[in-house]
């Protein structure tokens, strides 16, 4: 049980970014060190089975079907996907209406969207502003209209689209995750996986496995959010954006219902609250999956302030509402699971998106429309670009041409991903989140003004803040939370069961976080996660206490590293095993 907020704390005091983990992204840099004859050698390498890394991995390997000596040229793995997942589409989460247009242009004229395994077109939608007891509805606004987008499970699309790539003759190592960014002469070459089989003092069991270097001649970066190497590469090649990168968290349930739902339906207002001093942004989405299934979810912006706010409660909240219940009726919840979404936009995408023998793209870069609530169409083109541009850097230089060719074709990505839709749609919106740091009624007139004028009317760059550089307040939030029944509403711990987690609990802690902390931020920790890793274990001293960290538990939603900790990769394998988010 958490000790109660000390006195007098209604005042703004302690901000997260004041107690940084111990984590030096130079420690996750570094040479080769295996032995020449001992590294695997590829020719593409892909970190990341999402969208952005299996297109990327599909363009490749079309253009390499068409260009035989080039694929002969790049030895005997030309293209190899890697994926820290059990497999492809175990850590895929999204809601996930998908805009089609990427996959269109991916697959060439004959492909139809229908073949791909979903759930149909939208049909009917419908937006609500909710109170507490009552749901008004209101005109859908533009960035919400999904007339012509078809909804999907995205683990599955994930395992869809894997198979396509291997049909191309991509190699995809799962449960292999990406630890260290190796760097050569100033030039990516790769990256080190990490090693499995380690206990927790990280200490080698028997079934110690040391990770490998991967050798590569281009390196794409597709790690989706809060992408480990995707940081230290941004702080190497000083790659940082203009504006601080932001983040949502998404907490999602997918069950089976007894009524088929007819449209899709998302929320706003209740159970946020509106006052400018919370900075509660956010809301739901309420989708069918057929006649059978339904997903819902709540995404909340983790720029809030009340050390109280947990997006796993309001979730369950949301579906005591009189509008939400009946939906779920007599039904039963099938999977949960939590991710986060970058929201800075246009302003928070790296300052280029591609360094020597490195592309960046996805989520990874902030590649998302959060008006729109959408990046899966934005992470497929992006990794159509970056397989185009990576395979002219190759063909640039393959009869021996200097290596300014080559980077300059890498470079071509960079400019290709602005100057088409993703950079265009992004930048409409680009101050849209920020506005909503104002408050839900001011935000949503400027963002409103921003929608219709098509990002032509906006009233000025707005300033960006980290998400851990909010202060902290504490209200009584957490007593409003339905209890559990088991039935509608369900507790942290039962609903990690149903990401079907599997993290070995004699691992290593792959979770950074400062020892000794102020009791307000270690509440917050405690709420924020969803998947109950946290627990307060010690009786304050001079205000301070410490942290326990159940590592086991946790599904890499990444919300920890936008709030002052730090999610690193763990043994390959681990975390949640998605088959429906
Ligand atoms: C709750 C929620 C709802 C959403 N709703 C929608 C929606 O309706 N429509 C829409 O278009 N978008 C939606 N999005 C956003 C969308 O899901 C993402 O934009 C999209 O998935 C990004 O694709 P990606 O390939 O860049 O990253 P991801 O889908 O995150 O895939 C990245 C992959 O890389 C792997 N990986 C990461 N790091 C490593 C490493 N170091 N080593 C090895 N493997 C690694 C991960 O395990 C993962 O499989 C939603 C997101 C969330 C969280
Ligand atoms: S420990 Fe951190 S990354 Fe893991 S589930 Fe909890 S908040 Fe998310």
Known sequence: MPPPARPGLGGLMVRPADYPPPFRAS?????PTDPVDDRIEVGVLVVGAGPAGLSCAIRFGQ??????????????????????GKQPGSHLLSGAIVNPVSLRRLFGPQFRIE??????PVQQESVCLLTSEKSMRIPTPPPMRNHGNFIFSLSQLGRWLSSRAEELGCMILPQTAAVRLLVSAGKVVGVRTGDKGRGVDGEELARFEPGNDIVARVTVLAEGTQGHLTSVAMNHFGLLPSDPQTWELGVKEVWRVKKPLDRTIHTMGWPLRPEPRLREFGGSFIYPMGSEMVTLGMVVGLDYRDSELSVHDLLQQLKTHPMVWPILEGGQRLEWGAKTIPSGGFNSLPRNLSAPGLLICGDCAGMVNIPTLKGVHY????GRLAAE????????TRSGGDESRFQSALGSYDRAVRS??????????RDMRQAFGRGFFLGGVISGVMAVSRGRISIGKMRSERDDAQPLTTTDRSSRYPKPDGALTFDKLSSVFLSGNKTRDDQPNHIRLAQEVPVELARMWVNLCPAHVYQIDSEPRDGLVSVKIDASNCVQCGAISARGGRLTPPEGGSGPEYSLS
């Not at 541009?389 to 640039?396: E, P, R, T, W």
């Open 420 to 429: 088409g839709f993703i950079g265009r749609d992004l930048y409409e919106v």
């Open 27 to 31: 420690d996750y840099v570094g040479e």
């Open 63 to 84: 253009l390499l079907e068409e260009n035989a000596d080039l694929a002969e040229n790049l030895g005997d793995v030309p293209l190899a996907v890697i994926e820290k």
């Open 389 to 396: 541009s990576a395979f002219a850097a190759l063909k640039a």
């Open 379 to 382: 992470a497929v083109e992006a």
């Open 115 to 120: 073949d791909v395994p979903g759930y149909g």
